[in-house]
């Protein structure tokens, strides 16, 4: 009948593994708080050995800059409260290391813990899907097998190795609980997607606000609402072409809010978008940013810096919808500097 403890039978088997023998004390809740800080420990090792070092300083400053987290008590955190983006930050770093089947493992095993950062995986395919596209039309037949795995075996071993964990760790956590507690967990995500919550954070919120009695999505609201989701929607399906896979992961991170509805500390996920504006290779790191990489960092920063003000404001309703406000502000400023940067590879190219 709650609207919180809506985790998969993924996350509660693991959860389960490390609780279910121990007894509810000081030092185990203790121990158990020091989880998430090693995760994050790993994911910016991670990033650093991936992306490099400049990257990795700049995670860890909008980690430690931003106010989404706030309400109430989530500032404290919560035992594997951060597990999810962090699987996810270091499929990432494999996807950049061009391990890909550990890339495709991790990246499922965050979408099996939360169901949030489905969309940016689904977005990894779509590089495949343009390139399938354009075969198709300058040979005016499908690309055959043999063609496609040449061409596209990055992104068909990245949906090997996810397919492997995704049904092996379906089979786990129904072996553990039984298959009808995905069936509850399917129906407690929909009684959370219906109601109305003071902290989310989501275009919804952008386009209905916050009246104190809920998200008001009038008809003419709906509309407007239903035009900036496609809007959206397709600024990330143009901008995903020809672009690395960890870029298109990233990329449909920015649809998280726009698709679902997502409480505020679910937008932590932003820690990691910086790493959009890092496309040399590692061991080039040190050559400066072209201006349209410098904006998405200084984008993602600059929130960081806004929401100074936002923490002020004591009404929680105003306060999680100037954080929204900020949010696609800077998801706006981002995805024009992601095209710009795109107009200018493609006229390499073709010159």
Known sequence: ?????????????????????????????????????????????????????????????????????????????????????????????????????????????????????????????????????????????????????????????????????????????????????????????????????????????LIGGWAGEGHHLTPVRARVFMAAVMIFLLAVILLCRGRRLEHAALLGLLLVPVMFYPANYYIHFITIVPLLAFTAPVKDQNVPLTWNQAVVGFAILGLCVGQYWTAKVSDRGIHFEMATALLFATFGVMLIACHRADQARFATTAS
């Not at 690309?143 to 040449?150: F, G, M, N």
């Not at 072996?175 to 407690?188: E, N, P, Q, R, T």
Request: proline residues 3%; aromatic residues 12%; charged residues 15%.
């Open 1 to 205: 009948h709650d609207h919180g403890g809506n985790a998969t039978p993924v996350w509660l088997m693991i959860a389960h593994l490390l609780f279910s023998q121990t007894d509810a004390s000081h030092q185990v809740l203790m121990a158990s708080a020091l989880l998430d800080p090693l995760l994050l420990l790993v994911l910016f090792v991670a990033i650093g050995r991936a992306f490099g070092i400049r990257s990795m300083l700049i995670t860890m400053v909008v980690f430690g800059a931003n106010d989404f987290y706030m309400y109430g008590t989530n500032w404290a955190g919560a035992t594997l409260r951060l597990d999810w983006m962090v699987y996810f930050g270091l499929g990432l770093c494999a996807l950049r290391k061009e391990r890909w089947v550990l890339g495709g493992v991790m990246l499922a095993l965050s979408c099996m813990i939360r169901v949030v950062p489905t969309l940016a995986f689904a977005c990894v395919l779509i590089p495949a899907l343009w390139w399938v596209r354009i075969h198709w039309a300058e040979q005016g037949r499908r690309p055959s097998l043999r063609e496609l795995w040449e061409a596209q075996a990055p992104t068909l071993r990245v949906l090997a190795g996810a397919a492997g964990c995704v049904l092996l760790l379906f089979l786990l956590s129904s072996a553990l609980f039984s298959f009808g507690a995905w069936v509850d967990w399917v129906h407690k995500i929909m009684l959370l997607s219906k109601g109305e919550h003071l902290n989310h954070v989501s275009l919804r919120t």
